[in-house]
């Protein structure tokens, strides 16, 4: 054999001792341990020889086989580093990097399987494979992270272009054992030379993602130096957050609901916030996609619930009997243990499932209509109310509306500010108007 092998084996003399490897080149040869953690990651086909000698496998691997990811195919962090860190030498062209991950990932594994899960990740590999050019590189960082190196960029003027370009050819469904898939994607792209070497650029890339993700996720961030503070900013949060609701910081506010024709108090909106001991009180908005993405969105769900639960039976017992609001995140509406979780909370406390409304906004829902319209009907199915929240902003069309199992749809706040404002007042009668044609409360 001609080709740079690698020697797996707890041996390091066993190219000596074995005859029939005596004429072949090994490049490297591991340790017991290391042994047995590359032949658990080592695809069939790699292996050229298995002989039992030590009671143990033996393997003679191509090691340029061991740069690829094996589920996808696609380079593997290091070799994609260390490919990075040769292709950045000082007389080298300009170019683009663009570091994405998938929104909500985990859902898909936690609703379909690991299985499924990995299927998706193959899937979209083979998309990477047919919207990027022969001299692109194109890698699995690790998890459901990608990086895709664009070659011969003239100058940074191209970074938002290209971007774009990409970001668009990643959205169309995915077809996955005859299901389509509907994904959404945080990227974040950076240039080189603007970011001087290697790290900077893996690093600013990563940065920019990450304030994608921050913002909602399914959009694009380009670096700037102002992400660097941001991403500080965002990482102290989340070391506290991390222990906000032992240190009982997190708090639950009920925003009253006034009918406004007869001025009677009907219902009242739960609204979460964090008590931070030096910063204040910090919206949900800043917070909430922190603790999606450190999976503490359970844990405050479940604050959020016992809380609500104790002070709308405190309100009955004093002879006021409210319809509650509760508003979900997009994790919290397409986790697949939302009903049972609601079930259970409702269930255990003897609270009349008909006294809680779930609010749902408008944009989350018509991301991935057929998962929110079927977990909408769920809903509605054990007996919860269902409110539209942030309606007039998002892409809902007139059919799909008709077809959400919704009581209530909640105006968006930005057309009341507006208000006296002649267009205003007739965008919020028109909204008014339609909820009437459709007997629903507004």
């Known amino acids: 054999m001609d ?24 490049v490297q040869a591991f340790n017991a341990e290391q042994s047995r953690q590359l032949m658990a990651s080592l695809q069939p086909d790699w292996i050229l020889s298995q002989p039992q000698t030590w009671g143990w496998p033996l393997a003679c691997v191509d090691a340029k086989a061991l740069d690829y990811d094996a589920l996808t195919g696609l380079l593997t962090r290091q070799a994609f580093t260390h490919r990075l860190e040769e292709r950045l030498h000082p007389d080298a062209d300009p170019v683009i990097l663009l570091l994405f991950s998938i929104d909500r990932f985990s859902n898909i594994n936690d609703s379909f399987g690991l299985a499924f899960g990995d299927a998706v990740l193959k899937a979209l590999a083979q998309r990477l494979h047919t919207i990027t050019r022969q001299n692109d590189w194109v890698a699995r960082l690790g998890g459901d992270l990608f990086a895709i190196l664009v070659n011969d960029v003239q100058d940074e003027r191209y970074l938002r272009p290209i971007a774009e370009r990409f970001f668009k050819d990643l959205s169309p469904p995915l077809q996955v054992e005859h299901r389509h898939i509907h994904l959404s ?25 990450l304030n994608a993700k921050r913002q909602g996720g399914h959009q694009i961030a380009l670096y700037t130096p102002e992400m660097n503070v941001d991403t500080d900013w965002h990482l102290m949060l989340e070391n506290h957050l991390r222990y906000a609701l032992k240190k009982k910081e997190i708090e639950l506010w009920l925003q009253p609901q006034v009918d406004s024709q007869t001025r009677r108090l009907i219902g009242a909106e739960a609204l979460v916030r964090w008590r931070h001991p030096r910063l204040g009180v910090i919206s949900p908005a800043a917070f909430l996609p922190i603790a999606e993405q450190i999976d503490q969105i359970a844990p405050i769900t479940d604050f959020v619930l016992r809380t609500l639960i104790h002070w709308s039976n405190r309100l009955h017992d004093s002879g006021h009997t409210l319809q509650m609001g509760l508003n979900l995140t997009p994790q919290q509406f397409q986790d697949p243990k939302l009903l049972d979780n609601l079930q259970a909370h409702l269930e255990h406390a003897h609270f009349p499932l008909t006294q809680l409304e779930i609010e749902v906004v408008e944009s989350q829902a018509m991301e991935q209509l057929k998962l929110s319209l079927d977990t909408m009907k769920q809903l509605k199915a054990l007996g919860l109310k269902l409110a539209l929240d942030d309606f007039g902003t998002g892409h809902s069309s007139l059919a799909w509306l008709s077809q959400f199992p919704v009581n209530t749809l909640k105006i968006d706040q930005s057309f009341i500010r507006q208000l006296p404002q002649t267009h205003a007042q007739k965008i919020i009668h028109a909204i008014i108007a339609l909820a009437k044609s459709l007997s629903l409360k507004v």
Not at 5 to 24: C, G, M, N, R, V
Not at 187 to 193: I, N, Q, V
Request: cysteine-free; aromatic content about 8%.
């Open 185 to 209: 994607y945080s990227l974040g792209a950076a240039h080189w030379p603007t970011l001087e070497d290697t790290e900077r650029l893996l690093n600013g890339a990563n940065r920019a993602r």
């Open 3 to 26: 080709k740079p092998l690698l020697l797996i084996s707890p041996d390091p003399a066993a190219a000596d001792t074995l005859p029939w490897l005596k004429s072949t080149h090994f």
